[in-house]
Nanobody, 124 residues
Protein backbone atom coordinates (compact mmCIF):
# COMPACT_ATOMS: atom_id res chain seq x y z
CA UNK A 1 0.00 0.00 0.00
CA UNK A 2 1.48 3.31 -1.10
CA UNK A 3 1.32 5.90 1.62
CA UNK A 4 2.69 9.31 2.56
CA UNK A 5 2.57 10.53 6.14
CA UNK A 6 3.46 14.07 7.15
CA UNK A 7 4.59 15.03 10.64
CA UNK A 8 6.30 17.87 12.45
CA UNK A 9 3.64 20.54 12.32
CA UNK A 10 2.63 22.61 15.31
CA UNK A 11 2.45 26.06 16.81
CA UNK A 12 5.52 28.28 16.46
CA UNK A 13 6.17 31.95 17.08
CA UNK A 14 7.05 34.31 14.22
CA UNK A 15 10.72 34.00 13.40
CA UNK A 16 10.83 30.42 14.62
CA UNK A 17 11.61 27.20 12.78
CA UNK A 18 9.99 23.85 12.14
CA UNK A 19 11.05 20.74 10.27
CA UNK A 20 8.34 18.78 8.53
CA UNK A 21 8.78 15.16 7.54
CA UNK A 22 7.11 13.21 4.77
CA UNK A 23 7.57 9.47 5.26
CA UNK A 24 6.89 7.29 2.24
CA UNK A 25 5.93 3.64 2.38
CA UNK A 26 5.10 1.17 -0.34
CA UNK A 27 7.42 2.81 -2.85
CA UNK A 28 10.94 4.20 -3.00
CA UNK A 29 11.76 7.84 -3.49
CA UNK A 30 14.13 7.22 -6.40
CA UNK A 31 11.33 6.88 -8.92
CA UNK A 32 9.23 9.78 -7.69
CA UNK A 33 9.34 13.51 -7.23
CA UNK A 34 8.06 14.59 -3.83
CA UNK A 35 6.37 17.95 -3.59
CA UNK A 36 5.18 20.11 -0.75
CA UNK A 37 1.91 21.98 -0.95
CA UNK A 38 0.16 24.16 1.55
CA UNK A 39 -3.39 25.36 1.94
CA UNK A 40 -4.24 28.36 4.09
CA UNK A 41 -7.80 28.92 5.30
CA UNK A 42 -9.98 30.15 2.46
CA UNK A 43 -7.23 29.77 -0.12
CA UNK A 44 -6.33 27.29 -2.81
CA UNK A 45 -3.74 24.60 -2.28
CA UNK A 46 -0.43 25.79 -3.68
CA UNK A 47 2.69 23.84 -4.53
CA UNK A 48 5.86 25.57 -3.42
CA UNK A 49 8.71 23.06 -3.31
CA UNK A 50 9.73 19.82 -4.93
CA UNK A 51 12.62 17.36 -4.92
CA UNK A 52 13.46 14.58 -7.34
CA UNK A 53 16.53 12.45 -7.94
CA UNK A 54 18.30 15.29 -9.74
CA UNK A 55 16.31 18.49 -9.30
CA UNK A 56 14.81 20.75 -6.68
CA UNK A 57 12.36 23.60 -6.93
CA UNK A 58 11.39 26.44 -4.64
CA UNK A 59 8.81 29.12 -5.18
CA UNK A 60 10.29 32.62 -5.23
CA UNK A 61 7.81 33.66 -2.57
CA UNK A 62 9.69 31.55 0.01
CA UNK A 63 12.59 34.03 -0.11
CA UNK A 64 15.09 31.28 0.67
CA UNK A 65 13.59 30.46 4.05
CA UNK A 66 12.70 26.81 3.32
CA UNK A 67 14.98 23.90 2.42
CA UNK A 68 13.84 20.57 1.02
CA UNK A 69 15.94 17.43 1.41
CA UNK A 70 15.61 13.68 1.10
CA UNK A 71 16.98 10.75 3.07
CA UNK A 72 16.64 7.78 0.76
CA UNK A 73 17.73 5.35 3.45
CA UNK A 74 14.76 6.44 5.55
CA UNK A 75 12.51 6.94 2.51
CA UNK A 76 11.67 10.35 3.94
CA UNK A 77 11.63 13.90 2.60
CA UNK A 78 12.12 16.83 4.93
CA UNK A 79 11.14 20.47 4.77
CA UNK A 80 13.17 22.76 7.00
CA UNK A 81 11.28 26.01 7.51
CA UNK A 82 13.09 28.97 9.04
CA UNK A 83 12.08 32.53 9.88
CA UNK A 84 8.44 31.55 9.82
CA UNK A 85 5.82 34.24 9.29
CA UNK A 86 2.12 34.35 10.20
CA UNK A 87 1.32 34.06 6.49
CA UNK A 88 2.99 30.63 6.50
CA UNK A 89 0.09 29.34 8.59
CA UNK A 90 -1.52 26.52 6.62
CA UNK A 91 -2.03 22.80 6.37
CA UNK A 92 1.08 21.38 4.72
CA UNK A 93 0.80 18.37 2.44
CA UNK A 94 3.37 16.24 0.70
CA UNK A 95 2.59 14.51 -2.56
CA UNK A 96 4.34 12.12 -4.94
CA UNK A 97 4.45 12.12 -8.72
CA UNK A 98 5.93 9.18 -10.60
CA UNK A 99 8.83 9.78 -12.91
CA UNK A 100 8.72 13.56 -12.58
CA UNK A 101 11.37 16.23 -12.28
CA UNK A 102 11.14 19.51 -10.43
CA UNK A 103 11.69 22.14 -13.08
CA UNK A 104 8.47 23.99 -12.36
CA UNK A 105 6.02 24.61 -9.57
CA UNK A 106 4.19 21.40 -8.65
CA UNK A 107 0.54 21.29 -9.61
CA UNK A 108 -2.34 19.63 -7.82
CA UNK A 109 -3.43 17.46 -10.76
CA UNK A 110 0.12 16.30 -11.45
CA UNK A 111 0.33 14.28 -8.24
CA UNK A 112 -0.26 10.54 -7.91
CA UNK A 113 -0.40 10.20 -4.12
CA UNK A 114 -1.10 12.55 -1.24
CA UNK A 115 -0.55 12.63 2.47
CA UNK A 116 -3.26 13.81 4.84
CA UNK A 117 -1.43 16.95 5.88
CA UNK A 118 0.01 18.52 8.99
CA UNK A 119 -1.04 21.87 10.44
CA UNK A 120 1.49 24.65 10.88
CA UNK A 121 0.39 27.68 12.88
CA UNK A 122 2.65 30.70 13.16
CA UNK A 123 1.41 33.01 15.86
CA UNK A 124 2.59 34.90 18.90
Amino acid sequence: QLQLVESGGGLVQPGGSLRLSCAASGFTLDAYAISWFRQAPGKEREGFSCISKSTTYYADSLEGRFTISADNAKNTVYLQMNNLKPEDTAVYYCAASYGSNCYYAPTYYGMDYWGKGTLVTVSS
